[in-house]
């Protein structure tokens, strides 16, 4: 084994010895106080197992790996996140994501419907499609949508002209939760992922239709999950890494932006018309303030100090 190897499997070692094992510890202190009950088929161990596996080969989008890249404070919390929530990563039920030196876990489609079963003991949860050409009819009562009608022909599933999705939640007492989304809203959405959709190839453009349900799955889910909002430490998971991931994609667009503004600079054009040699002013550098100078001399100011550097885990431990 290198030196080089030898430095990497034991900073790895540093690593689940501050973040991993200090997450288990805490899983296990909330279920010992009785905040947080799991289903009987998760394990919070295997889960944990599971996501210590699939970061080491985790990497940010200029392929440096996600354990050197992102603060211990955000993986700790991208753990916690995940095991409260009661979702595994090797049931592909959420993925890591790398934003700037931000570690966030984002639930699949899976992992919200896990997430939403659990939580409201919801009997099933159904996506539709509306091509072209179907009879489709909703109400809505005390601002609440339920689908009426849905009729499909073959002929219009043929066509393949996406012009709406829905999804209906039914609960054990068969009421229903259901949200409806146009062509155009599903497009919008899909603008925001980060898959390039729009790329010839894509999944978005080979499978619309399974798409489409992912989406509209996600829409109705997080819909229902924010309306019935107990305050209880699932919920605050559940809410914090939908709220993290948002946050840390806003950051790295600002920051990828931060340095293309087009500055416009204007001059003068002399025209001699008499034929004469214009004087040439001595040329003049521009004042530099303090400010300025500082900046150049000690780099970006984002950078911080050593103490700045310093990491502590986040407000949940």
Known sequence: M???QAQAQSQLALVKRDVVDVVAVKVREFQTRGEIHFPANFSPENALKSAWLILQSTVDRNGRPA???CTKDSIANALLDMVVQGLN???????FIVYGNQLVFQRSYFGTMAVTKRVTGAKDILPMVVYE?????????RGKKRVTKHVQTLKSISGGNIIA?????I?????????????????????????????EGSTHKEFPQEMAKRTIINRTCKAYLNSSDDGSLLFHHINRADDAAEEAEVMEEIA?????????????VVVDLAGAKPEEPAPQEPPQSKEESA????????SGSAEDEQMTLGPDF
């Open 2 to 4: 290198s030196q080089a």
């Open 67 to 69: 354990l050197q890249a």
């Open 89 to 95: 990563p090797a049931k592909k039920q959420g993925y």
């Open 133 to 141: 050409g179907d009879e489709f009819e909703f109400e809505i009562v």
């Open 165 to 169: 999705a829905y999804c209906t939640i």
């Open 171 to 199: 609960f054990p007492d068969d009421s229903e939760f259901t949200e409806i989304m146009t062509w155009d809203e599903i497009q919008a959405a899909w603008r925001k992922s980060r898959q390039n959709p729009d790329k």
């Open 256 to 268: 990828q932006n931060a340095n293309k503004e087009i500055v416009d600079v204007d001059y003068d």
């Open 295 to 302: 900046s150049f001399a000690g780099g970006s100011g984002a």
